[in-house]
């Protein structure tokens, strides 16, 4: 869970490279960085803890000259939360200064990490994506794309990265595309995005996806865009939790308005798992477009009986000891003149854990809701991601060790319903396209590292009759 965002061939590069990262927020909120490159090949870094707007302030951005540009959202899924993981990641190598920025997980990074410290690599940082930069200085090339392919042939697992080289700049998506990227056209400047949502606030064009496998280089002073291949199988297993849950609606992803995909789960969802009921309530903002697929399908009006507080960042300080626990109450508050007295379907896009859930379903019943019946528009998620996604171990998912009626009363639901697997898949419409469905299934298509495979296999028998 990470946004990245470059451009070239721009006057304004570190502005607007500051503007995409605006607008792919959602994807990180823990740190942001930009690197900026000059026409004299000299690089600039800024990076901090926090959100975008709080760390490149005017000042900070003047610091960033260049027509060239490269900078990242950060949401720690490996390496811990301190600035020294924080992108882009600047290293000195026999091929110059280089900056790199990395969205998905590298399956095989602490093996690599591992032979690379036993034969004398010196790590700065805990991310995996350092990995890269050392295969990378480990192989000089004459060509820097030469380089990085080289070290991205090495690597498995996930990854869209952007690296900025003294006279390059390369955009990079693995064979399978797991995470999103994207390539703009800003007035015949090339830009990259994880969502098109950063293409809109700029006013560039999309132009298409990165294809699978594409290693995409802009060089200095040339306006044309070289696109070279990894060797390997293109094996597309896009990731469909970006339509469930992460990316922003108003993006287009993998092909597809993400609005009209949540909606279509939603409507899916209604048909699947119905309930007699007065009102659907979504769960803000994670259940919003499936609460509205739901309500068109199923008759039901839908209300807005929970509202959101959006200035609550992911570092919420409860401020003294004594008024600690605000639990979910800081993020949302229920509406009790809209669910009093009614027969509630509360909506929401998925349940990792179950706390969040139980807080809100008792927070809803509070209000005086007479029967709450949570749905959920996609299937229990009961795998942990290895491909960039933020979730707990095995242990932790709740659909990992318990049956949906055991979840139902963990989070004191009247009812509970899931989107089936073959649903969801029916509303994402891309076709003949394939899907990573790991989080559901388990069927994991590049294989996670061994000590994550041991963790994996946690519980094996719990999959039968589910
Ligand atoms: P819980 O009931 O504690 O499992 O929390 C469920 C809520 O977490 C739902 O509103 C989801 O939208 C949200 N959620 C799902 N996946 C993630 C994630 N990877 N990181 C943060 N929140 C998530």
Redo the contacts with the bound molecule.
């Keep these: 869970?990470c946004g990245i965002f470059g451009i070239g061939g721009h006057d304004d590069a570190a502005n607007l490279a500051y503007l995409g990262l605006y607008a792919l927020q959602h994807r990180g909120q823990e740190s942001a960085g930009i690197a900026a490159g000059d026409d004299d090949g000299r690089l600039a870094v800024q990076v901090g803890m926090g959100h975008v707007a709080e760390i490149f302030r005017e000042e900070v951005l003047r610091r960033l000259p260049g027509r060239r540009a490269i900078g990242h959202t950060r949401y720690s899924t490996a390496g811990s939360s301190v600035v020294a993981n924080a992108q882009p990641i600047v290293v000195r190598t026999s091929m110059g200064t280089l900056a790199l920025v990395h969205n998905g997980n590298l399956t095989n990074a602490r093996e690599l990490r591992r032979e690379l410290e036993r034969s004398g690599s010196i790590f700065q940082t805990t991310s995996d994506t350092e990995v890269v930069l050392h295969l990378m200085a480990r192989n000089p090339r004459r060509d820097l794309v030469d380089s990085l392919m080289v070290a991205l042939e090495q690597v498995e697992g996930a990854f869209s990265l952007l690296l900025l080289g003294e006279n390059v700049l390369v955009a990079a998506r693995d064979r399978h595309g797991f995470r999103p990227l994207l390539l703009g056209d800003l007035d015949g400047a090339p830009c990259f995005a994880s969502e098109s949502c950063a293409f809109d606030l700029l006013g560039a064009r999309t132009v298409r996806e990165v294809e699978l496998g594409e290693v995409i280089a802009l060089r200095l002073g040339s306006p044309e865009l070289e696109s070279h291949r990894l060797r390997g199988t293109v094996r597309p297993t896009r990731c469909v939790f970006e339509h469930v849950?992460f990316a922003r609606p108003d993006s287009l992803l993998f092909g597809e308005s993400v609005s009209e995909v949540r909606r279509r789960m939603g409507a899916q969802l209604a048909r699947e798992q119905p309930a007699a009921a007065d009102l659907v309530v979504p769960?803000l903002d994670?259940?919003l477009l499936a609460g509205l697929g739901f309500s068109r399908e199923s008759g039901l009006p839908l209300e807005f009986g929970l509202i959101r507080n959006h200035y609550v960042g992911r570092t919420f300080i409860e401020p003294k000891q004594s008024i600690r626990n605000f639990g979910v109450k800081i993020k949302l508050n229920p509406v009790r003149g809209v669910i009093e007295g009614r027969r509630i379907v509360l909506v929401?896009?998925?349940?990792?854990?179950?706390?969040?859930?139980?807080k809100i379903v008792r927070m809803v019943r509070e209000a005086g809701a007479r029967e709450v019946h949570l749905r959920i528009s996609s299937p229990p998620t009961r795998w942990p991601c290895y491909y960039g996604?933020?979730?707990p171990t095995r242990t932790d998912l709740?659909a990992a060790r318990s049956d949906i009626e055991e979840i139902r009363a963990f989070v004191e639901a009247d009812s509970l319903g899931y989107l089936s697997l073959e649903g969801l898949l029916s509303a994402v419409r891309s076709p003949g396209e394939s899907f990573c469905t790991a989080c559901w299934t388990g069927d994991y298509r590049v294989p996670p590292a061994g000590e994550e495979r041991a963790q994996a296999a946690l519980f094996p028998r719990e999959e039968e009759g589910r």
């Design positions: 869970m849950y769960v994670s259940g929401d896009d998925s349940i990792v854990r179950g706390t969040t859930s139980r996604i933020d979730t709740i």
